[in-house]
């Protein structure tokens, strides 16, 4: 059975880098064509797409974004990290980390979210 | 970037009707398009991918048409529990999703 449950800070000031954990079980991100990814959904609006990182440490970061993130994982943890810096309030938004395989192409075991609120 | 476009927006259909849903890619994503389902305070949940397969789980009712830049979803006789959100999501160099569709009770 494949879970995966995001942690870190519910509230981030201005400027700051956001630190979120993704921690999964089920599945091993040692395995050939595993991967898992970070989307994120502001109050009341669409998905977002992030970042992802593959089993072989390939990483993929979203255009828009890409300047500020970083994904990397703990193989021996079972967990991917994703950073975001220079936080601000329109980056307020329920942040979400799902498993995928690399010849997929839709994310298909999703955590529950965490709400990160970006204020002062 | 491909521009993922959902309509209607809103979709208000009375119980055991049927609902449609359609998604435009900006450009062909071939067959590499999934559809979700999100409920109020929930994660989206994966019903649809490569356009016509359903996730293990899913009730038959659900039924996904489709390639290229012209992408279905229909719901053939909704039940109280499919009354949510529903996003459309492509792959191509990377992953979009659409802003929407919102079915609501009549």
């Known amino acids: 059975q494949i879970t995966l449950k995001e942690s870190g800070p519910t509230l981030v000031k201005p400027t700051q880098t956001l630190t979120l954990t993704c921690t999964f079980s089920g599945f091993s991100l040692s395995t050939s064509g595993v991967g898992v990814g970070w989307i994120r959904q502001p109050p009341g609006k669409a998905l977002e797409w992030l970042a992802l990182i593959y089993w072989n440490d390939d990483k993929r970061y979203s255009p828009s974004l890409k300047s500020r993130l970083t994904i990397t994982k703990d193989t021996s943890k079972n967990q991917v990290v994703l950073t975001m810096t220079n936080m601000d309030p329109v980056d307020t938004a329920t942040y979400y980390c799902?498993?995928?395989?690399?010849?997929?192409?839709?994310?298909?075991?999703w955590g529950q979210g965490t709400l990160v609120t970006v204020s002062s | 970037e491909i521009v993922m476009t959902q309509s209607p927006a809103t979709l208000s259909v009375s119980p055991g009707e049927r609902a449609t849903l359609s998604c435009r890619a900006s450009?062909?994503?071939?067959?590499?398009l999934a559809w979700y389902q999100q409920k109020p305070g929930q994660a989206p949940r994966l019903l649809i991918y490569g356009a016509s397969t359903r996730a293990t789980g899913i009730p038959a009712r659900f039924s996904g048409s489709g390639s290229g830049t012209e992408f279905t979803l229909t719901i053939s006789s909704l039940q109280s529990e499919d009354f949510a959100v529903y996003y459309c999501q492509q792959y191509n160099n990377w992953p979009t999703f659409g802003q929407g569709t919102k079915v609501e009770i009549k």
């Open positions: 799902a498993h995928k395989v690399v010849v997929a192409a839709h994310f298909d075991y």
């Open positions: 450009q062909s994503v071939s067959s590499n």
